[in-house]
Structures are given as C-alpha cells and as structure tokens.
C-alpha cells in the first residue's frame, strides 16, 4: 500500500476522465519502436510548458509502429533508459488524460500536478512504449509520441474506453526534467534517537526499516508528528517536484508492515506537494532537506481516513522515508 492517493502504484494524480488500458501496458520488444525522424500525422502547436494544441485529420493513418519527433527540442541531457523523469503532457483525446486539465478542488495558484515515471518500466501514468520513446531525447524538449492504438497499449486496450486498435493516439510529452537514480540509495549518517512518543527505528542497511510503537502509548497522536532522524544536507524539497525516497510503512495499531520501497525494488518517485500523495506526505516532506531520513506518524484524515473501502482507512500509519533525491 503506497502512499499515492488511490494506494496504486498507478499514480491518480491527474483528472484522467477514462482508463485507456486495463492495466500497466508495456512491451519487452525492440521492434515495436520505430526511427525518431518517421514522420508523424498529426500537427502540433504551442510552446513548452503551455497546454498544447493537437490537430489530425480525421482519416489520418498513423504508423503500425511508435513514432516520436521533437516539436521543439531542449538543452538538457538525454533521457536514458532507467532515469526518473517529470513531464506534462497531453493527448489527442480525453481518455489520454493531461496534466494541463485543472483537478477538481485544486488551488489554481499550487503548482502543476506532474507525472513521475520511471523510463523503462511498466507503465504508469504514461503507457510504457510512450514513456521509453523519451530515451535519447533532451530534457526541455517537447516531443511528440504517436501511432496506432495497437501499436501503443496492445491487447491491454480497454474495450470500455471505445478506442479502435487502429485508431490514432497521440501524446504531447513536455519533459522537464531527467535524473538517473540509484535505487539501492539510502540516508547516510548517525541516526537520533527517537523522541519522547514516537516510534522506535532500527533501519539495518539496503533492509526495510523496522518500526515500532510505542508500548504505553494508547491512542496514536490525534496530528500529524515527524521528526527528522538523519539530517541532510541537500537542497530543500520544493511542491511541485518529484520525491525520490526508500519508504517503510506501518499501522501505528500493531506495528504491522503494509508496505517497503525494499520489498519492490527499492527507491520510489512521487510528485510531492500537489495532492498526488497522502497529506500527510504532503505536509510532513516539503521542506526537508535531500539526504533527510524522516519519521512521521499520520493520523487516519491525512492518510486514507477519506475513502473508507482502503483497508487502512481507520488506521494510524508510521512512515520512515529517506529523502534520495528531487527530479
């Protein structure tokens, strides 16, 4: 149970109207990609960082293969395979979802809502072919990712979104910034010993943390708690950017492990700041400091005390984070 909103690993940040797939979509095939400079149907305007405008005719044919072509191409470093990257971006038609499309309830004047997303990897928010289609392409680019329904998501296109297998999707991908993380990476230095009322940490190296509440402690604090248990000395995380951090989580009730960053892989990305996550990720990170391993104690209405299907909706939930790195 990751602290994404919806407790997906698939991050609900966004006002995606209807699922284009039926689950992370991806492909182990070198083939499926086609040469970047394939020329692409539809027609793209507007400048990097503003909602774009796609125009295709409506009996266009794109390719059978993935096409992606800079619109306008940045001065960044190339995007490899493996990096975190965070971008906007926007498709030809709603069930793509944007990241431009305002969040009901959100503050117009919060930072922007991004999608963080690991190139390489099944796919998140982006399917997987469109996000590794930005390998080899430069940070501040604006790059255009299109072809075939099929060509893109496959035998994962969900038959309730109405779109053909060969029907034409396009993505306007603005990418903002790229980071190659070590997804072994933990906080370094001398731990502190837990204040009076917080729980105990033992994080044994390259392990999920083990956390433990306090015995006398009968009711779990009514706010939120953090303590910040190794300091960094990196710059200070900001709303709007992508966390990277290793995690261990636990109910404040019986001590009980729901989830690790350790037990899938190791280091995880989130947007932070901008409702993506719990609020108590939200509240308790922004601030602190790259390098910072951080002990915070949630209470259930800034964790998932909304949504009372989550099965830690009544919980209390521990956290330990090390803050690895913002992208």
Not at 131 to 146: F, I, M, N, P, Y
Not at 264 to 292: N, R
Not at 297 to 324: M, R
């Amino acid at each position: 149970m990751i602290p994404t909103k919806t407790a997906r690993r698939v991050a609900a940040v966004l006002a995606v109207p209807a699922l284009l797939i039926t689950a992370a979509c991806g492909s182990d095939s070198k083939d499926d990609a086609a040469p970047k400079n394939s020329d692409p149907v539809a027609k793209v305007s507007g400048k990097f960082g503003a909602e774009p405008k796609i125009e295709i005719a409506k009996d266009a044919k794109v390719s059978d293969k993935v096409v992606a072509s800079d619109v306008s191409t940045g001065d960044g470093a190339e995007v490899k395979k493996g990096d975190i990257v965070r971008l906007d971006f926007a498709g030809n038609i709603e069930a793509l979802g944007s990241t431009w499309a305002q969040r009901q309830g959100a503050d117009p004047k919060a930072p922007r809502a991004q999608v963080v997303q690991e190139v390489g990897t099944q796919g998140q928010m982006l399917p997987t072919k469109v996000a590794d289609a930005l390998t080899g392409h430069k940070v501040g680019s604006r790059v255009q990712v299109e072809g075939t329904a099929e060509a893109i998501v496959g035998e994962q296109l969900n038959p309730q979104s109405g779109i053909k297998p060969t029907d034409p999707l396009v993505w306007v991908v603005d990418i903002v910034n790229a980071k190659k993380v070590d997804k072994k990476g933990e906080a370094k230095g001398d731990q502190a010993a837990s204040e009076a009322g917080m729980p105990e940490v033992k994080a044994a190296s390259q392990k999920a943390a083990t956390i433990t509440t306090p015995r006398r402690a009968r009711t779990a604090p009514k706010d939120l708690k953090e303590q910040v248990l190794i300091k960094g000395d990196g710059a200070a995380v900001k709303a709007g950017e992508g966390l990277v951090v290793q995690y261990t989580g636990v109910k404040w009730e019986d001590g009980e492990k729901f989830d690790s960053s350790w037990d899938h892989g190791g280091a995880s990305a989130f947007p932070i700041g901008v409702g993506g996550v719990i609020q108590g990720w939200d509240k308790g990170l922004v601030g602190k400091h790259v390098g910072d391993r951080v002990l915070l104690t949630i209470p259930p209405n800034q964790a998932y005390g909304a949504d009372p299907s989550n099965q830690l909706a009544k919980n209390n939930l521990v956290f330990v984070v090390d803050i690895l790195g913002t992208v």
